[in-house]
């Protein structure tokens, strides 16, 4: 079922993701997140294929390391949501960005 009021809502904020996040490094002078621990959520509901093999981001299609080359290990959790789970599913998304904040602190 289309949820249309969900989909005129999207379509006002939705913008395209530069180019340059997919196709040039990024380093940060202070190491940025390196040595802190990372999760990306999955979100498995999608009903279309991403448009690259590298949408899914480096923790799904490599093994991550560190600038120094080092292992750098995240954390894969799955959503059965599409993309847009923060929409779609507000409560699930905020009940495992929740838990995923907990076990980071714990």
Known sequence: ??????QAWLK???????A????????????GYEG???????????IYSP???GMAGPALTEAPKTASGAPD???VVELAASRT????HPHETATLLANIARAVRS
Do not use: Y
């Open 1 to 6: 079922k289309e949820d249309v009021a969900n």
């Open 12 to 18: 006002r904020r939705i913008t395209l993701h530069p």
């Open 20 to 31: 340059r996040g997919w196709t040039e490094p990024v380093s940060f002078a202070n190491g």
């Open 36 to 46: 802190l621990p990372k999760t990306i959520v999955r979100c498995t509901a999608q």
């Open 51 to 53: 448009s690259s093999p």
């Open 73 to 75: 290990p995240w954390n």
């Open 85 to 88: 789970a923060m929409v779609t």
